[in-house]
């Protein structure tokens, strides 16, 4: 064998120069290939891992389910996950403190349903029938939201949809081993769940939310919900192997699922998803070295098209286009949307506090200082109408206005036909107090406009003219918010709302809806009422203020302020 060697000294001729590039292309080509080639391989080994781990997850609860219950098995999976996904956590030195807390919760509500109904199909139905009807899930989706493919494409996979559902039609047949018609049901609800779950999962990794951290806290959530039964009930668990029993079904989910999101984290998930449902198969081999159970043609028949139907989908969201993930909001975000979330969270209880007792008005005050906050925040970022924009009422609060208590008496020696005059006999008649409300200091702009409202809100009783009662209060708070952005009054407007629909009361409905929404033409077609200064105009005719200011009486009867309550107590 002779060898050439070239002295590097020299320079390339023609020819040799034309091979090494060609040389250099065809490796720069293959280079990034072989990686993906490689990550593919990878990918695909891990799924075929995660497959029959869930089998096996699946197989021993099916064999748990001969003496514990469901719940406890879901409540022990869930248990051993978290607790074994906290651990690689913390040697990791990675957080697992979620940005989309509501979302977690919602998502453990789904995911718990899904998997605490496919524990009671596996303890129903041959395991590979029970797995399968879970795995109706993709089809589920793609009903739900499409494929994000048009054309043919679209139709082919509608059509694959379509050969699922037969499929799951030809298990509903008699000729199921088992017989059971209520277990094929709950299997097929698993995976109408399961197709909930995996939308409520698509929206949290497009927010940003990393994959091991819902993990954990999917598992968390399984094992609260499932441990607050438990809690009554106690535990049925009483040897060392059905201790291991249930310690080796969180083991077992907990490396399949950092085995399927690894697989998923390597590249195009056509892969991960296609080859998942090979857990179907690893549960009917299971099934059939385990328990015998030997499905009939038309039972295979119906499990082979769920498989095949479920692959076909399946590739096909994995090949659509991704919706581009959202940017992680920053720290000041996240921090802006919780005090949101609990400013709601009060408000909300405030309203269901209020719908039992409406004489309890202290809840008013805790709905206006929550709503105030979100407005005053949604103010400064510039998100709603700033009402500030008014020299006047920015004037105001430079000088933290104060008009002093009104004295009642004094304004009774005034004219009836007056508004000083009016509103004193608007108190006496409805035996109401000027200090009703606390004299506090303002913490921010929309606090001090709240403040001035509260103070005057009787005036507006009479000035827009609606009553005291129900409906009138209902309409006053359209009025509100037709003059500024008031959460506040939308929420007493919704609650009114919804007590109404609630207690089946339809002709209560349609007056709260009709005073509300006149009260909101009302408000928007006057002129902007938040800097009068009403102390001053006492003395001036009732009718005169309201023409200046283009404030209409309304033309409902519920809600609607008596003729005679602006002159009660004139005589």
């Known amino acids: 064998m002779f060898m050439f060697t070239r002295d590097a000294s020299q320079p390339l001729d023609p020819l040799q120069a034309q091979l090494a590039r060609y040389s250099a292309s065809i490796a720069a080509w293959c280079a990034p290939r072989e990686d993906a080639l490689k990550k593919t391989g990878l990918a695909a080994v891990l799924m075929l891992v995660a497959g029959v781990l869930f089998a096996l997850q699946a197989a021993l609860v099916k064999s748990g389910l001969q003496s514990i219950a469901p719940l406890e098995l ?11 996904l906290l651990a690689f956590a913390r040697l990791a030195g990675r957080s697992l403190a979620t940005a989309r807390p509501l979302a977690q919760i919602g998502l453990g509500v789904v995911g718990f349903v899904s998997l605490a109904l496919y524990f009671v199909a596996i303890g129903m139905l041959p395991l590979v029938t029970a797995t399968a009807l879970n795995y109706t899930a993709p089809l589920f989706l793609a009903l739900l939201v499409g494929t994000g493919q048009a054309g043919k494409a679209r139709t082919a996979v509608l059509l694959a949809v379509g050969g699922g559902f037969v499929g799951a039609c030809l298990l509903l047949q008699p000729t199921l081993a088992g017989g059971s018609f209520s277990g094929v049901a709950i299997g097929l609800a698993s995976g109408v769940t399961g197709a909930l779950a995996y939308l409520m999962l698509s929206r949290l990794g497009r927010s940003g939310e990393h994959q091991q951290v819902t993990a954990f806290w999917f598992s968390v959530a399984v094992c609260v919900f499932a441990g607050v039964p438990l809690l009554g009930s106690g535990l049925s668990i009483a040897s060392h192997e059905q201790l291991a029993l249930v310690l080796a079904i969180g083991v077992l989910a907990t490396f399949a699922q950092l085995a399927m999101i690894k697989a998923y984290s390597l590249g195009s998930p056509l892969i991960p998803a296609t080859l998942s449902y090979a857990t179907v198969v690893f549960t009917s081999l299971i099934g059939a070295f385990w328990w015998a159970e030997h499905l009939g043609f038309v039972d295979a028949a119906g499990i082979a098209l769920i498989v095949a139907s479920g692959v076909l ?23 802006r949307l919780r005090e949101y979330r609990k400013n709601n969270l009060r408000s909300m209880y405030a309203v269901y506090k209020l719908a039992k007792d409406p004489s309890q008005t202290k809840y008013v005050f805790m709905i206006s200082t929550a709503q105030d906050n979100i407005a005053e925040s949604e103010r400064v970022r510039g998100q709603i109408k700033n009402p500030y924009a008014s ?23 005034l004219p009836a036909d007056t508004l000083g005059g009016a509103y004193a006999r608007h108190m006496r008649a409805n035996n109401l107090r000027p200090d009703y409300y606390k004299d506090v200091a303002p913490r921010h702009r929309m606090h001090f406009l709240r403040l001035r409202i509260h103070q005057t809100h009787d005036i507006w009783h009479v000035l827009t003219g609606f009553n005291t009662d129900e409906f009138g209060e209902v309409g006053l708070q359209g009025f509100y918010f037709g003059q500024f952005t008031s959460g506040q009054a939308a929420i007493i407007g919704a609650a009114a709302i ?22 909101y033409c009302n408000g928007k077609r006057a002129e902007r009422l938040l800097a009068v200064k009403w102390e001053e105009l006492w003395g001036e005719k009732l009718e005169e203020v309201r023409r200046r200011y283009r404030i209409a009486e309304p033309n409902c009867r519920a809600g609607r302020l008596a003729p005679a309550a602006a002159t009660a107590g004139a005589r």
């Open 313 to 335: 989908v399946s590739a096909a969201q994995a090949q659509a286009k991704p919706a581009k993930a959202a940017a992680r909001p920053s720290d000041e975000e996240q921090r």
């Open 498 to 519: 919804l007590k109404s629909v609630l207690r089946g009361r339809l002709s209560d409905l349609e007056k709260h809806v009709d005073v509300f929404c006149e009260g």
């Open 74 to 84: 879901v409540f022990f999976r869930g248990l051993v996950c978290a607790v074994l």
């Open 391 to 413: 020299e006047d009422l920015e004037g105001m609060w430079q000088t933290r206005f104060h008009a002093g208590q009104y004295d009642v008496d004094r304004l009774l020696e």
